[in-house]
Every structure is written in C-alpha cells, then in structure tokens.
C-alpha cells in the first residue's frame, strides 16, 4: 500500500508560466514533507520542504502548499524555466516518532517547453 | 561541503555473481541510509544507520544482501549472489540527527545479465 502517491506521471507546461505538481499522502503521522528533484544519471537533490505546524513554504520560484485535512500538498514553480525539466519526488517522514525514514512517491515527469 | 560520494557509479555484472557497492556520507552526517530505485518508481529503503548500528533493515532482503557501516562513517553494500531483477539504481544518502533533508549520492547504476 502506497502511503505517498503522486498520481500524475508527467507534466508538460510552456516556459514562463506555472507548474503544479501534486501529491498525496494516507498516513496521518507524518510530519515533515519534502521534495526532490532529479536529473538523469544524477540521484535526487533536495528542492524544498515544510513542517506539518505550517501551510506554506516558499523559496523564490518555488512553493510547497500543505493541505492536512486534505492530506495533499503541491510543488509550484513560478515561473517555469528549461531548467527545471525534471523528475519531482514527494517524500514523507515521521520525524517526530522513532522513524525518520523518507518514504517516496514514484514521481512526476516535468517537461517545461521553451 | 564535500557532498555523499559513492562508486562504483555503473556495474555491469552476470547473474549468480557478487556485487559491493560503496558510500562515504557528508562528514558529520549520523544517519545513513541505502535506497532502491527501480526503473520508474521513486527510492525504496533497504537500511538505514544511525551512527554504525543498523536501526532499521526490515525492507533488506537478507538471504543476498548484506551491509556494514563500520566506524560509523563509510559504507558498504553487499548482493550475493545477483539475480536479474536486482537491476536498480542504488542510492546512498545521509543527513544530521533532526529535522532535515537528506543529501543523496549520484547512485550506482547496477545492471544485471
């Protein structure tokens, strides 16, 4: 059972405007949220994170939004360069409990066109 | 700050034959971890270290697979003997006790014929 899902696997959007990437999570235990971007032959490289006690964390064109009734959060990227094409991973952790294993979705292709 | 190195970063390699794959963490970084990534799926966990005790391995297939972490620092990843759909990307990550990201290493790519 998958407890960190991104349902979508790829994601195409034109330079310049505004990427969302989504996902969700079932256990009600996590506490710390985190994405991951990766290159091909590279392995993932942290991109931004957020604390359950908080609905948003930004860092200059990205924001993650977190949604805990919802058990949903977002990646957006804006605006969206070239660069950016990438895969993105959600992960999950229960830092505040004896686990502090990231657990991953499978991953969302972007492709951002010029 | 150097960041986690590992190598060998491809190994191609026959069935039934043994493999190692090694990882040096960012100096400092308690907590090491190895993951799993298959051909479209995100990384699974196989062991995580804190310091040179293995806390938790529930996810590591034990009849091939080994790991050690001696001295707390570097660490090795063992299969023996390979088998065909061990094919993956090994990845080696670590991070400081708390509330922080992990810093992932490039991976091995293991390829198995």
């Known amino acids: 059972d998958q407890q960190v899902k991104q349902n979508s696997p790829s994601l195409s959007v034109q330079e310049g405007r505004i990427s969302i990437l989504n996902c969700d999570y079932t256990?009600?235990?996590?506490?710390?949220f985190l994405w991951y971007k990766k290159y091909p032959a590279e392995g993932p490289t942290f991109l931004i994170s957020?604390?359950?006690?908080?609905d948003k964390n930004e860092d200059g064109r990205f924001t993650v939004f977190l949604n805990k009734s919802a058990k949903h959060l977002s990646l957006h990227i804006v605006p969206s360069q070239p660069g950016d094409s990438a895969v993105y991973f959600c992960?999950?952790?229960?830092?505040?409990?004896?686990?502090?294993?990231?657990?991953f979705g499978k991953g969302t292709k972007l492709s951002v066109k010029p | 700050e150097a960041g986690v190195v590992q190598s060998p970063r491809y190994k191609i390699i026959e069935k039934k034959q043994p493999v190692a794959f090694w990882c040096n963490p960012i100096?400092?970084?308690?907590?090491l971890y190895w993951y799993r990534q298959n051909l479209g799926q995100g990384p699974e966990l196989l062991i995580r270290y804190e310091n040179e005790e293995a806390v938790d391995d529930s996810q590591l297939p034990k009849d091939r697979f080994s790991a050690e972490r001696l001295k707390g620092v570097d660490s090795t990843l063992k299969i023996q003997p390979a088998e065909l759909g061990d094919s993956a990307v090994y990845l080696c990550?670590?991070?400081?006790?708390?509330?922080?990201?992990?810093?992932f290493g490039s991976g091995t790519r293991l390829t198995v014929v």
């Open positions: 957020i604390s359950s006690i908080k």
């Open positions: 256990n009600s235990m996590f506490d710390y």
């Open positions: 990550a670590s991070r400081r006790t708390g509330r922080s990201g992990y810093t």
């Open positions: 992960a999950a952790a229960n830092y505040g409990g004896s686990q502090g294993n990231l657990i």
């Open positions: 100096s400092g970084h308690n907590t």
